[in-house]
T-cell receptor, first 112, second 118 residues
Framework: GNSVTQMEGPVTLSEEAFLTINCTYT??????LFWYVQYPGEGLQLLLK?????DKGSNKGFEATYRKETTSFHLEKGSVQVSDSAVYFC???????????FGKGNQVVVIP | DAGVIQSPRHEVTEMGQEVTLRCKPI?????LFWYRQTMMRGLELLIY????????DSGMPEDRFSAKMPNASFSTLKIQPSEPRDSAVYFC????????????????FGPGTRLTVL
């Protein structure tokens, strides 16, 4: 079945540092890939998406590229801000449906 | 536009009591999802509905959990009897109908209900 694996553990970094969160997936066919973000005390919200191989999703300075050859969708941001502190979830859905498979999430803490 | 509405936002109850969580999806959306989030297990899909019909309830932990969607604008998740291990944040999410040529649809999450069972 479909599944998503995110790197273990929280990520703590200083303001303006470079952020990378790894995400790899297992799926049949041609899944769509997502990053969701959860700010403290809130529900999840879509950050960015990519629906086919080599697509790059981007939003709010974050980027992720759909790499079919490595089954990866790593999230990057060149210069993080304190306001980026949140939990980030990688997710996928199979073609033609809207049920999501989520990774376990990564807590990101940005220190001023 | 109003987003997904959940109530209550916080619920504290004692073991053995019945708990009912409520969700109003975004108007016009035809899919609804119930999730549970804990530190230990992360985000788990409990059940989802398409057009008010339960499609997959394999994530419902046990018979103490039940969910209904009597109409397109309302769903409930009930726990009876509740136990301390049910303490978690419960999210409801909705998504619109898959349109022709669109391979996916975004899920829109509510703010969650934080349940504490003592």
């Amino acid at each position: 079945g479909n599944s998503v694996t995110q790197m273990e553990g929280p990520v703590t970094l200083s303001e303006e540092a470079f952020l990378t969160i790894n995400c790899t997936y297992t799926a049949t066919g041609y899944p769509s890939l997502f990053w969701y973000v959860q700010y403290p005390g809130e529900g999840l919200q879509l950050l960015l998406k990519a629906t086919k191989a080599d697509d790059k999703g981007s939003n709010k300075g974050f980027e992720a590229t759909y790499r079919k050859e490595t089954t990866s969708f790593h999230l990057e941001k060149g210069s993080v801000q304190v306001s980026d502190s949140a939990v980030y979830f990688c997710a996928l859905t199979g073609y033609g449906n809207n049920r999501l498979a989520f990774g376990k999430g990564n807590q990101v803490v940005v220190i001023p | 536009d109003a987003g997904v509405i959940q109530s209550p936002r916080h619920e504290v109850t004692e073991m053995g009591q019945e708990v009912t969580l409520r969700c109003k999806p975004i108007s016009g959306h035809n899919s609804l999802f119930w999730y549970r989030q804990t530190m230990m297990r992360g985000l788990e899909l409990l059940i989802y509905f398409n057009n008010n019909v339960p499609i997959d309830d394999s994530g419902m932990p046990e018979d103490r959990f039940s969910a209904k969607m009597p109409n397109a604008s309302f769903s409930t998740l009930k726990i009876q009897p509740s136990e301390p291990r049910d303490s978690a944040v419960y999210f409801c999410a909705s998504s619109p109908r898959l349109a022709g040529g669109n391979p996916y649809n975004e899920q829109f999450f509510g703010p969650g209900t934080r349940l504490t069972v003592l």
